[in-house]
């Protein structure tokens, strides 16, 4: 399960912006992309929409794990997680909605590996009620907590470390929640979002607030609003970056909070 421990530490588990499915295989694809060791040979999104014009990539149960075959024989295996509370209209054999979708990068020379991973989640989550919680999980820290459970499970062992990691991350979300209530009882407005800026004329920001959503990305000068490790203002809030990642081909990816 190497290929999904490595997309939660590095921050490839995200809430999706969209709901149908093109959109949704696009955005992940747009990840995997970004990916520093997987390099531009490959146009990522094409691949994987002709791979699921081929064949549905639905498991059931809620989950769809679509993939792309690398052009180069060696690498490593990579995915990228996407969660979607309302769920997706997937076409997925079972015919529920898709509320997670964890899509695969894999190299020729890891096939095996990426067999194994995928036969080995799909026991576990069989061995559970995966479309329930999945249906009605609240967050995406109840979420990375699921995903551990269930890796454990196909691997029949623990992964102390990992979660020693993901403990101290949830502990420091518990902490920009608790600062965010206290500003809550004053009468402002705090809104979390992420955004992804692939170039200074290519952005996406993940919002529940639509407003909000659309100023940032009708920005003249998006992407060095963010990369200047500074709080500012715009449009009627103060923005805080919380901590970003960096990616190949100048990409970056920003978790941030504003305050109205």
Known sequence: MKSLLNALQEGRLVELPVHE?????????ILIEAIPDIGNNQDIVSAVNKRESASNTGIGM??????VRALRDDG???CAVGWSPVGIDYGSPDGRKVHLVIMYYIPNSQRNSYLKEVSGLAKAIKNTDAYQF????PDLQSLRGKLLDWMELATDKAIPDF???MIKLEDKQIVAA???????TTKFTVVPFSVLVTDSARCMVLAKDVELMEKLEGAN??????NNGR?????????SVVSEAAYAKDRFLYECVAVK
């Open 21 to 29: 499915k093109e959109k949704v295989l696009e955005y992940l694809a």
């Open 62 to 67: 809620g989950v769809a794990c679509p993939h």
């Open 76 to 78: 490593e295996l990579f």
């Open 134 to 137: 999945l249906s009605s999980i």
């Open 163 to 165: 979660k020693a990691r």
């Open 178 to 184: 608790n600062a965010a209530e206290s500003v809550k």
């Open 221 to 226: 000068d998006f992407a060095s609003m963010f």
């Open 231 to 239: 709080d500012f203002e715009y449009a009627g809030h103060h923005i």
